[in-house]
């Protein structure tokens, strides 16, 4: 079947460090990939996505590159902010998976210090 | 502005006690889903629904029910709660239910049944 890991939060890093969320995937076909940010309080926000092999997708400084022969789509940014404090979610679709559904990793806490 | 809106933002109510939390989208959106978001588990689709009068079950629609009667609505109503449906909701709207089209996420309801 389908399914997300990423890895455990939380994750505390000083402003304008490197962060790297490692995003892997089991799927059949060809899923499109997607990061989700979740601020305190609020509802998820889509934050980047790739739709096939190799693209990148990328928003506010943030990466992540869809590579089907790790099955990885490890979200990056080189230098957080405060503001990038929040959880993160990698997620896919499957167009084989009840019409889209979106299958959720466990998300991982991103907590910022300055 | 486009949002998904949900209603109420919070609730504590008791076990067997019948209950709706309201859901609506203003983008004339076909594709409108609800998840629960759970510690260790990320979210979880709990039933969908591809347009008016059109819904099915996601992966956990045990004690829920909901209807699309119109386009832009899609309650979810739990006849009877249970505290292990203690969680926070969330309702998500997006075009069409094709893999790559973003899903917008309402601000979610903090459901806690004693």
């Known amino acids: 079947g389908n399914s997300v890991t990423q890895m455990e939060g939380p994750v505390t890093l000083s402003e304008e460090a490197f962060l790297t969320i490692n995003c892997t995937y089991t799927?059949?076909?060809?899923?499109?990939l997607f990061w989700y940010v979740q601020y305190p309080g609020e509802g998820l926000q889509l934050l980047l996505k790739?739709?096939?092999?190799?693209d990148k997708g990328s928003n506010k400084g943030f990466e992540a590159t869809y590579r089907k022969e790790t099955t990885s789509f490890h979200l990056e940014k080189g230098s957080v902010q405060v503001s990038d404090s929040a959880v993160y979610f990698c997620?896919?679709?499957?167009?084989?998976?009840?019409?889209?559904?979106?299958?959720f990793g466990q998300g991982t806490e991103l907590s910022v210090k300055p | 502005e486009a949002q998904v809106t949900q209603n109420p933002r919070y609730l504590i109510t008791v076990t067997g006690k019948k209950l709706t939390v309201t859901c609506s989208q203003n983008?004339?959106?076909?594709?409108m889903s609800w998840y629960r978001q759970d510690p260790g588990l990320g979210l979880r689709q709990i039933y969908y629904?591809?347009?008016?009068?059109?819904?099915d079950k996601g992966d956990v629609p045990e004690g829920y029910k909901v209807s699309r009667k119109e386009k832009r609505n899609f309650p979810l109503i739990l006849e009877s709660p249970s505290p292990n449906q203690t969680s926070l909701y969330f309702c998500?709207?997006?075009?069409?239910?094709?893999?790559?089209?973003?899903?917008?996420f309402g601000p979610g309801t903090r459901l806690t049944v004693t």
């Open positions: 998500a709207s997006s075009f069409r239910a094709v893999p790559a089209y973003e899903q917008y």
């Open positions: 790739a739709t096939k092999a190799d």
């Open positions: 997620a896919l679709s499957n167009s084989n998976n009840q019409g889209g559904k979106l299958i």
């Open positions: 629904s591809m347009n008016v009068e059109v819904t």
């Open positions: 983008m004339n959106h076909e594709y």
């Open positions: 799927a059949t076909g060809y899923p499109s």
